[in-house]
């Protein structure tokens, strides 16, 4: 069975523009959550979708969304971009809802913001 | 206030030898308690998990944690380093609360000497 794919793998932007971050999950895998990774901040949670509904939010500003799909694929967006967005971003999937359920990573996509 | 403590930031021990990964929690409710391994430039990898029973769980790769109540902790352990041990260690913590979040520690690097 495939593993999370999160693609692209690595973006390079600019302060002020906005990024669409996608992910795959494992087939048969409703569940799709988001994470920041960050030197400073360490693993901070973003939010999490179940069945195309988001079901839980990070604290995190409104300028980063989601939105999941039929298909249980989900992408992320981050508009007008600030220098501390730079960080990586994993993609976590699970078979069930809940985040205290076993997640599966994938490799995460790292975006730099000049 | 929930919280998950490494103490320890980075760890150096030479192949064969023993090592301990220390992981302290305060959670308000019963907790579900895991060990995930990031190996540089990928997603995180789930060693091992808590839920119930039997304090002391056995993992992928060598791996084990005791669960003591008591001490608030969740300890990984293996009794025989390899160099590919090398990696990035986090515990979390979780539960299954309205709460439905999950809580990463800052992580401990592991280091090899061969």
């Known amino acids: 069975k495939a593993g999370v794919t999160q693609t692209p793998r690595y973006l390079i932007k600019t302060r002020g523009q906005q990024v669409t971050l996608s992910c795959s999950p494992i087939?048969?895998?409703?569940?799709v959550s988001w994470y920041q990774q960050t030197p400073g901040q360490g693993l901070q949670f973003l939010f999490e979708y179940f069945s195309e509904t988001q079901r839980n939010k990070g604290n995190f500003p409104g300028r980063f969304s989601g939105r999941q799909f039929s298909n249980s694929r989900s992408e992320m967006n981050v508009s007008t971009l600030e220098l501390g967005d730079s960080a990586l971003y994993l993609c976590?999937?699970?078979?069930?809802?809940?985040?205290?359920?076993?997640?599966?990573f994938g490799p995460g996509t790292r975006l730099t913001v000049l | 206030a929930q919280s998950v403590t490494q103490p320890d930031i980075h760890i150096t021990v030479s192949e064969g030898a023993s090592l301990e990964l220390r992981c302290n929690y305060s959670?308000?409710?019963?907790?579900?308690l895991f060990w995930y391994v990031q190996s540089p430039g990928q997603g995180l990898q789930l060693l091992l998990k808590?839920?119930?029973?039997?304090?002391l769980v056995q993992g992928i790769k060598g791996f084990e944690a005791e669960f003591k109540r008591s001490q608030s902790s969740f300890n990984l352990r293996k009794p025989s380093v390899h160099w590919s041990d090398a990696a990035e260690y986090f515990c979390a913590v979780g539960a299954e609360t309205s709460y439905d979040k999950v809580i990463f520690g800052p992580g401990t690097s592991l280091s090899v000497i061969p």
């Open positions: 959670y308000g409710a019963t907790p579900y």
């Open positions: 087939s048969g895998h409703r569940s």
């Open positions: 808590y839920f119930s029973g039997d304090t």
């Open positions: 976590a999937s699970s078979p069930k809802a809940g985040l205290y359920n076993e997640q599966f």
